[in-house]
């Protein structure tokens, strides 16, 4: 066993390893591992226009996704919980799920063929590129929410604060909020490393200057392959400083190891 | 403060079971426990008290004032939950000073209540611990700490010892009842446990398919139970079906069984009750209502000891001290009390 599970970790960890040692190697041409060592892949990143500004564009449309997806999974997440018919709890399952099941080449060719026409002219924009990682991105949300919310009994517990006194406001600030908040928090991580690292729908629908970071580093696989590492390996950083970002945020939530309130 | 609830009805709308008009009163101070099988009505009726729940028909007061249609929060009710409940973000004085801050209490006070509620349940050591480094029985008393500290006008236990195991049941027990005595709150407790109802409680409520069927003292209803089922529920009991044959004799399968019948007509219907503690073991010969047959089971309870005698015509339980051969049993005509069919 736990030969099996060496195995597997190396077999996780080669492609990011010889990703990161191409990175900084000078030259990579039908050879095991490359030949000199360079940060000059790293420099040409930064100096090219395109790639920062990609760079700025990921981390805008994931901050904007984290938070609308946050602001629209927990009450959703909250009214499948608490629907009292078990119908509608299982279509309102199939419907939050329907984006993982169907490929992102259907959804992206749906939003062109909706916001490509005149009436709804946004094809392009960054609004649209947020919108469709929502999509994409908040059923992984919901299924951490929806499954924390039945471990926690979070009707008994709001049944418990109601008793005591607590209006809806103060429920839903003082007890399910912050009750959600470690679920919340995984869910974001998720949620970030999801949206940093999305290629095929944000292909499709984002405009040129609005290309994500993954749609940029495709043109960099048709040019030096250190380049390409090193493209690579800031998508990877780019992707560990996002969930960083949004678990930490979720942290920031009311305080669950706070001062007696 | 009391809880009165008259003429209480309500039906779920897809079970169709509920509550078919149940009254009853608990006094201030007074503790009130309410048991009947699964499904009997007994976690409604304190849905229903909460306000968790309308009624159909009938009304609720608490501490005399009509809570009817009146919501949850402002019922003014201290609720244990049957898994506690305690809010997993928050500390056990946190827990315990919440409803403190709910009702606007400063956070220097509501900190020193919550401190001293918790310290009358001997946790104030543990005060800064979260609800999942708490044992069963700790957030128990946090619970508890936490529905009186605001001062309720009663409080309701909804089956809140069946989570933890026997041992601490039983410590529990007296301890929620030592806190109900200090505080002098008018309890109700549900539970489906009879032995902790009739240990705990001052006065007990049998429930059965949504109808309050008995409501009296733990002795009257053990020695005077209204009916078959009620007698059957609470303790351990010998039920024969018989016709009264004579002034004091009663036909049943076990053969007759002499016990007053009360005036009763002869041909009439009736079930005979025998706690199992009053039936004799080897009577001396030539008693009444004596019977021999063969030991089918035989348990050792430490401090007593059941068995089935087997009889023809039947099995008659019983519970005694000796450790002898058990061949013949007497169920005394005084201990033989005369239920409606």
Redesign the interface.
């Known amino acids: 066993m736990p030969i099996v599970t060496a195995l597997y970790l190396l077999y996780l960890a080669a492609p990011i390893a010889l990703l990161a040692i191409g990175s900084v190697g000078q030259s990579w041409t039908n050879s095991l591992l490359p030949s000199g060592l360079t940060a000059g892949w790293y420099g040409q990143l930064w100096s090219d226009a395109s790639f920062r500004r990609a760079f700025t564009v990921s981390l805008t449309v994931c901050a904007a996704t984290c938070a609308v997806t946050a602001l629209i999974g927990v009450p959703l997440a909250y009214a499948i919980y608490g629907a009292s018919r078990r119908g509608v709890r299982a279509a309102a399952r199939v419907l939050f799920l329907l984006p993982v099941a169907a490929p992102p080449l259907v959804l992206g060719f749906g939003f062109i063929l909706v916001f490509s026409s005149d009436s709804l002219p946004f094809l392009g924009s960054g609004w649209l590129l947020v919108a469709g990682h929502v999509v994409s991105t908040l059923p992984y949300l919901m299924q951490a929410l929806v499954a924390d919310m039945r471990h926690l009994d979070l009707v008994t517990l709001e049944t418990a604060a109601e008793s005591l006194g607590a209006g809806f406001r103060q429920r839903l600030f003082g007890i399910v909020i912050p009750s959600l908040r470690q679920s919340l928090s995984s869910g974001l991580i998720m949620v970030a490393a999801l949206s940093i690292g999305e290629f095929q729908l944000s292909n499709l629908i984002a405009g040129f200057l609005s290309r994500p970071y993954p749609v940029v580093l495709l043109q960099a696989f048709y040019g030096a392959t250190g380049f390409a590492c090193a493209g690579t390996m800031l998508l990877l950083l780019l992707a560990v400083l996002s969930a960083l970002a949004s678990a930490s945020a979720g942290r920031g939530l009311p305080s669950r190891k706070g001062t007696p309130s | 403060m009391s809880v009165v609830v008259d003429s209480l009805a309500f039906r779920y709308p897809a079970a169709g079971a509920g509550l078919d008009g149940v009254s009853l009163d608990v006094a201030p101070g007074e503790f009130c426990a309410v048991i009947g099988p699964s499904g009997c009505g007994k976690s409604t009726l304190l849905k229903l008290i ?1 306000g ?1 729940l309308s009624p159909a028909a009938g009304r609720i007061r608490i501490a005399g004032t009509d809570m009817t249609g009146v ?9 244990v ?1 049957q ?1 506690y ?1 305690l ?5 056990a ?2 827990n315990v ?3 403190l ?3 606007g209490v400063g ?1 220097a006070e509501r ?1 020193s209540r ?1 401190g001293q509620a918790l310290e009358r349940t001997r946790l104030s050591g543990l005060a800064d611990r ?1 609800p999942r480094q708490l044992s069963g029985g700790q957030q128990q008393r946090v619970a508890l700490a ?1 529905a009186l500290v ?1 001062a309720p006008g009663a409080l309701l236990l909804d089956e809140p010892l069946s989570a933890l195991d026997a041992a601490h049941r039983a410590a529990m027990r007296d301890e929620i009842r030592a806190v109900q005595r200090e505080h002098g709150i008018a309890t109700l407790h549900v539970t489906h446990d009879q032995e902790e109802a009739l240990s705990i409680a001052d006065k007990v409520a049998v429930m059965r398919d949504g109808a309050l069927l008995q409501l009296a003292s733990p002795q009257e209803l053990y020695d005077r139970p209204a009916d078959r089922f009620v007698a059957g529920f609470v303790g351990h009991a010998n039920l024969f079906d018989g016709t009264v044959r004579g002034p004091d004799l009663v036909e049943t399968a076990i053969g007759p069984l002499a016990c007053a019948t009360g005036g009763l007509p002869a041909g009439t219907a009736v079930t005979l009750l025998a706690r199992p503690e009053a039936v004799r073991t080897d009577p001396p010969d030539g008693t009444v209502n004596c019977f021999t047959g063969t030991l089918v089971r035989d348990r050792f309870l430490g401090s007593l000891r059941r068995y089935d005698l087997a009889v023809p015509g039947g099995t008659i339980l019983g519970e005694t001290l000796s450790r002898g051969d058990i061949r013949s049993v007497q169920i005394p005509p005084g201990c033989l009390r005369i239920l409606p069919a």
């Open positions: 909460a968790f919501p949850p929060r402002l019922r003014n009710l201290g609720i939950f898994n409940a809010f997993p973000h928050m500390t004085l946190e000073a919440y409803p801050k709910l009702r956070r900190l919550a979260y936490r605001f």
